[in-house]
Nanobody, 124 residues
Framework: QVQLVESGGGLVQAGGSLRLSCSASGRTFSRSVMGWFRQAPGKMHEFVARITWIDGGTDYSDSVKGRFTISRDNANNTLYLQMNNLKPEDTATYSC?????????????????WGQGTQVTVSS
């Protein structure tokens, strides 16, 4: 049984930083893609970033490129999202997701497993 558990959300002022974590268990992840999505109130889920577990290849949405960094710790099966220079429009529930290699990483329906989400609130 795959489990994804996020942590690290909170309230931060604009310009501040947060680091989200996603602890993964229940399978080996070497042939996986992991992603971060976010959903603001009243809006659809939005792709944020993805990483391919085996080689560390990454992609970012234009809205976070240059401010957010996705990474993984192979030894501890943990996914991270370092968020710098946060803006009020980054306020959302952030969720990590796990899918198989070869998926379209920006497509929310490509992923097989999801965490419960962690709230990030950025005040102006």
């Amino acid at each position: 049984q795959v489990q994804l558990v996020e942590s690290g959300g909170g309230l931060v002022q604009a310009g501040g930083s947060l680091r989200l974590s996603c602890s993964a268990s229940g399978r080996t992840f070497s042939r996986s893609v992991m992603g971060w999505f976010r959903q603001a109130p009243g809006k659809m889920h939005e792709f944020v970033a993805r990483i391919t577990w085996i080689d560390g290849g990454t992609d970012y949405s234009d809205s976070v490129k240059g401010r957010f960094t996705i990474s993984r710790d192979n030894a501890n099966n943990t996914l991270y999202l370092q968020m710098n220079n946060l803006k009020p429009e980054d306020t959302a529930t952030y969720s990590c997701a796990l899918g198989r290699m070869g998926i379209i990483p920006t497509n929310i329906n490509s992923y097989d497993y999801w965490g419960q989400g962690t709230q990030v609130t950025v005040s102006s």
